[in-house]
């Protein structure tokens, strides 16, 4: 019996660190990452390798291990200044900056107070206190008004809900995952890190997975 070993034309040889996370800030498409005889490893914008001869965007072909390893220095200097409660402390201070449950009872009175005027001019319409033309307009107000609130409250509950889901502890095990790694794996970079952009002037911009790292820093300059 002839044992026949197949082989993935598009498997690639190799596996890199931050596969997948690399995008161009101007085009907006993946970066990907190429290799020359000499071993050279370098990006270059997709878009710009398919479409170069009508010039949509640049190369960006700039040192991938170069990328590499600034955004392990990097990340690896925040998460040590984390780890020792530099920056910890004012991510719980965001967690417990707004008072989420008194903004929302306040809201909710609100929206009470206005269903007891319309409850009021509902009375008042019946006891011929104020004209039909009168209760249709203050009608019409109170109730734009109830919309409005409406919208604001659950808007502050989804914000509620974003920032009790992501919280310091998630943050906390995550660094300490990555401090203990010599070398860190693709699979952790990509739970850290959304995704990596680079522009063509060679600034890199870091968009997290937690919401709270990037409120720290929104798009860090590496």
């Known amino acids: 019996m002839v044992i026949v070993q197949k082989y993935n034309r598009n498997?690639?040889?190799?596996k890199f660190l931050l596969d997948g996370l690399l995008f161009c800030y101007e085009c907006k498409h993946k970066i990907g990452v190429r290799s020359k005889k000499n071993g050279y490893m370098f990006m270059v914008c997709n878009n710009y390798r398919r479409n170069s001869k009508i010039g949509l965007c640049t190369?960006?072909?700039?040192?991938?291990y170069e990328l590499e390893k600034r955004i392990i220095q990097y990340i690896r200097a925040l998460f040590l200044e984390i780890n020792s409660k530099k920056i910890e402390i004012n991510i719980k201070n965001n967690l417990t900056k707004y008072d989420y449950e008194k903004m929302l009872d306040k809201i909710e009175s609100n929206i009470n107070l206005l269903k007891d005027n319309i409850d009021t001019i509902h009375i008042e319409k019946i006891n011929n206190q104020i004209s039909k033309e009168m209760y249709d307009r203050l009608f019409n107000k109170l109730m734009e008004e109830i919309k409005q609130k409406e919208e604001e409250y659950s808007e502050l509950q989804n914000k509620k809900k974003e920032n009790?889901?992501?919280?310091?502890?998630?943050?906390e095990k995550i660094v300490k995952d990555?401090?203990?790694?010599?070398n860190p794996t693709p699979e952790l970079m990509?739970?850290?890190i959304n995704r990596i952009e680079i522009h063509q002037d060679k600034q890199i911009d870091?968009?997290?997975n937690f919401k709270r790292l990037n409120e720290i820093?929104?798009?860090e300059t590496v």
Request: glycine share 4%; no cysteine; net charge positive.
């Open 206 to 208: 870091i968009i997290f």
């Open 178 to 182: 990555f401090l203990k790694l010599e």
């Open 164 to 171: 009790m889901q992501d919280n310091s502890k998630e943050i």
């Open 190 to 192: 990509k739970i850290i």
């Open 11 to 14: 498997e690639k040889k190799h």
């Open 59 to 64: 190369s960006h072909g700039f040192n991938y």
């Open 217 to 219: 820093i929104i798009q």
